[in-house]
Nanobody, 115 residues
């Protein structure tokens, strides 16, 4: 049974940083591409970042490029999102997704950026 557990969210001021984590279990994590996606109140799902199964390829939405960094540890079965220079428009619930943007997700972790 696939399980994805996101953590690390919180409330920060603009310009602050957070590091999100995604703990995966129930599948062979190292074989799957992974995504970070987010959903702001009243808006649709938006992809944030992608990392290939072996970490050889990453991608970022234009809205976060240069501020966010994705990584993974296939030994620990974990994925991370380092978020710097946070903006109010980054406020959303963040999810890790397995294999595709609308793949299986966890319960999400809330990120609120506000002064």
């Amino acid at each position: 049974q696939v399980q994805l557990v996101e953590s690390g969210g919180g409330a920060v001021q603009p310009g602050g940083s957070l590091r999100l984590s995604c703990a995966a279990s129930g599948f062979i994590f190292s074989r799957f591409n992974m995504w970070w996606v987010r959903q702001a109140p009243g808006k649709g799902l938006e992809w944030v970042s992608f990392i290939s199964s072996g970490s050889g390829s990453t991608a970022y939405a234009d809205s976060v490029k240069g501020r966010f960094a994705i990584s993974r540890d296939n030994v620990k079965n974990e994925m991370y999102l380092q978020m710097n220079a946070l903006k109010p428009e980054d406020t959303a619930t963040y999810y890790c997704a397995k294999d595709r943007i609308n793949g299986e997700r966890g319960q999400g972790t809330q990120v609120t950026v506000s002064s």
